[in-house]
Each structure stands twice: as structure tokens, then as C-alpha cells.
């Protein structure tokens, strides 16, 4: 049974334009969201997270968004830029002195058009 | 201030062999995970490391892998008699001790295993 769910494999972008990225989840144990970007052959970097006594935490060109009652949060970034395209994994934990093991969705792949 | 490492990069056995993979954690970080993942798949977890404990392996199959991290030296994870549903990417995360309320997780580069 798949906890962290991303809807769509794939999304295109005009550069300049905003990309909006979804993932929901069914645990309501979850208490804390993160989101990796993923180039071919390199391990996951981390991009920006939120803990679920906020609905927004922004950095930079990211923002990520948090529904708890829909159970559901989304990455914008704004602008895009071509760098962006990778694959972006939302990821979720269980609050347990913090250092718990994450649930990954299974990505979706972002192409940022020029 | 070296990322996490790992290695082999690329590491290819053939079905029966022992397959060793090694991970050595950011500085001062004391806890590591192992993730697998599959073609087209998200990353899953497979065990939770501290310095000579495990904590947490439930995403271990439970015949032929093994998991430790001890006191000196990098966390290995070791197969033994890989078969080719074994081959993946495996990687290795880090995190600092004693953080509340959630913690980033920094992922190695991975080591792709191809079982022939």
C-alpha cells in the first residue's frame, strides 16, 4: 500500500512559468514533509520541508504548501528555470524523537522547456 | 565538509555471489539509513543505523541481507547469494543525532548493483 502517493509521473513547464507539484499521503501519523530532487545517477538532494504545525514554508523559488485535513502538500517553484528538470520525491515521517525513516511517493519527473 | 559517501559507485555480481556496499555518514552525523530503489519506483526504506545498534529494520527482507554500523568504519550493507531481483540502486542517508520534530535526511550518491 503506497503512504505517500505523486499522482503524476511527469509534468512540463515553460521556463519562467510556475510548476506545482502534488503529493498525497493516507497516514495521519505523518508529522513531517520533505522534498528531494533527484538528477540520473546522483542520490536525492534535499530541497525544502515542512512540519505540520505550519501550511507554508518558503525558500527562495520554493514554496511548499501543507493541507493537513486533505492530507495532501505541493512544491511550487516559481520560476522555473531548465535546472529544475529532475525528478521530486515528497517524502514523509512519524515524529519519534526525530529521527525516524522517511516514506517516499515514486516521483515525478519535471521537464523545464526554454 | 564531505557529503556522505559511498561506495562502490557501480558494482556488479553474478547470482550466489556476496555483494558489500560501504557508507560513511557526514561528519557528526550518527544515524544511517539504507533505501533501495527499483526501476520506476521511489526510494524504499530497508534499515535505520546507529553506532553499533540497529533500530529500526523492518524493510529488511528477512534471508541473505545483514546491516551494521560499527564503532570504527564505515555502515556496510551485505547480501549474501544475490539474485536478480536484488539489483537496484541502494542508498545510503545520513542525518544528525538528537534532533525534535523531524530531520533532513542527506543522501549518498548511491551504489548501483546489477546481478547478472
Known amino acids: 500500500d503506497q503512504q505517500v502517493k505523486q499522482n503524476s509521473p511527469s509534468l512540463s513547464v515553460q521556463e519562467g512559468r510556475i510548476s506545482i507539484l502534488n503529493c498525497d499521503y493516507t497516514n495521519s501519523m505523518f508529522d513531517y514533509f520533505l522534498w528531494y530532487k533527484k538528477y540520473p545517477a546522483e542520490g536525492p538532494t534535499f530541497l525544502i520541508s515542512?512540519?505540520?504545525?505550519?501550511d507554508k514554508n518558503e525558500d527562495g523559488r520554493f514554496t511548499v504548501f501543507l493541507n493537513k485535513s486533505a492530507k495532501h502538500l505541493s512544491l511550487h517553484i516559481v520560476p522555473s528555470q531548465p535546472g529544475d528538470s529532475a525528478v521530486y520525491f515528497c517524502?514523509?515521517?512519524?515524529?519519534?524523537?526525530?529521527?525516524?525513516?522517511?516514506?517516499f511517493g515514486k516521483g515525478t519527473r519535471l521537464s523545464v522547456i526554454a | 565538509n564531505a557529503g556522505v559517501m559511498q561506495n562502490p559507485r557501480h558494482l556488479v555480481r553474478r547470482r550466489g555471489q556476496e555483494a558489500r556496499l560501504r557508507c560513511s555518514p557526514m561528519k557528526g552525523h550518527s544515524h544511517v539509513y539504507w533505501y533501495r530503489q527499483l526501476p520506476e519506483e521511489g526510494l524504499k526504506f530497508m534499515v535505520y543505523l546507529q553506532k553499533e545498534n540497529i533500530i529500526d529494520e523492518s524493510g529488511m527482507p528477512k534471508e541473505r541481507f545483514s546491516a551494521e554500523f560499527p564503532k570504527e568504519g564505515p555502515s556496510i550493507l551485505r547480501i549474501q547469494q544475490v539474485v536478480r531481483g536484488d539489483s537496484a540502486a541502494y542508498f545510503c542517508?545520513?542525518?544528525?543525532?538528537?534532533?525534535?520534530?523531524?530531520?533532513?535526511?542527506?543522501f549518498g550518491p548511491g551504489t548501483r548493483l546489477t546481478v547478472t
Open positions: 542517508a545520513s542525518s544528525p543525532p538528537g534532533v525534535t520534530g523531524g530531520s533532513e535526511q542527506y
Open positions: 515542512i512540519s505540520s504545525i505550519k
Open positions: 517524502a514523509a515521517s512519524t515524529p519519534n524523537s526525530g529521527n525516524t525513516p522517511l516514506v
